[in-house]
């Protein structure tokens, strides 16, 4: 059982450099999420989709832009990366949106931006 | 504003002690709240969800109560084990606010 996968595990980028982190799930999931974790706080949700075709800002959405690619995708894009999005960042799913729904969570990407 | 707060930031139990984590939040007009577990350098896993309506739910040895009047919940592990060791996170889901709220999570180590 897959559930939700992640990738990169890892990276490290430059000031001013872009990338997009790729999240997938196979569990037929209506809602995806991104987190981001930093020590000593909570997650703190970035974008979220509720369904195919939407896309939502959470908590901290700037910097940030997400793509709800189909049913099982969902990927975050930094355009210009900065040394305060440094972070772990978490994709998540639940059946329908998190009102009363268990949410599952990928294994993360640590993201190191110098 | 909604928050969440967990004491205490980290704990340490000999193995087989009975032991209680603790989550508050200030707004108590949620519609549900988790508990989740996380291992060192992995995802969460969802433990137990709790609806506003219940008063508690249990799995294994693991036991989630929650008080929706005094903004408490907290999770019960009885008889824990080294196995037990991670980081614990409640997080509550508030309809005026329209997102899962977490709190910055409980460090666990069970030691033999």
């Known amino acids: 059982n897959a559930g939700v996968t992640q990738t ?4 490290v980028l430059k000031t001013g450099q872009s990338m997009t982190l790729q999240c997938a799930q196979d569990m037929n999931h209506n809602s995806m999420y991104w987190y981001r974790q930093d ?8 974008y979220y989709s509720a369904s195919e075709g939407t896309t939502d800002k959470g908590e901290v959405p700037n910097g940030y832009n997400v793509s709800r690619l189909n049913k099982r995708e969902f990927s975050l894009r930094l355009e210009s990366a900065a040394p305060s999005q440094t972070s772990v960042y978490f994709c998540a799913s639940s059946e329908g949106y998190a009102t009363n729904e268990k949410l599952f969570f990928g294994s993360g990407t640590q993201l190191s931006v110098l | 504003k909604q928050e969440v707060t967990q004491i205490p930031a980290a704990l340490s139990v000999p193995e087989g002690e009975n032991l209680v984590l603790n989550c508050s939040f200030t707004d108590s007009a949620i519609y549900n709240l988790q508990w989740f577990r996380q291992d060192p350098g992995k995802g969460l896993t969802s433990l137990l969800l709790i609806q506003s309506s219940q008063r508690e739910q249990t799995s294994g040895r693991l036991n989630a109560s929650l008080d929706k009047s005094s903004g408490r919940s907290t999770l019960y592990i009885a008889a824990s084990q080294p196995g037990d060791s991670a980081t614990y996170l409640c997080a509550v889901f508030s309809g005026g606010y329209n997102k899962l709220i977490f709190g910055a999570g409980t460090r666990l180590a069970v030691h033999p």
Do not use: C, W
Request: charge should be positive; avoid cysteine.
């Open chain 1, 8 to 11: 990169p595990k890892f990276q």
């Open chain 1, 39 to 46: 020590p000593g706080m909570g997650l703190r949700l970035i």
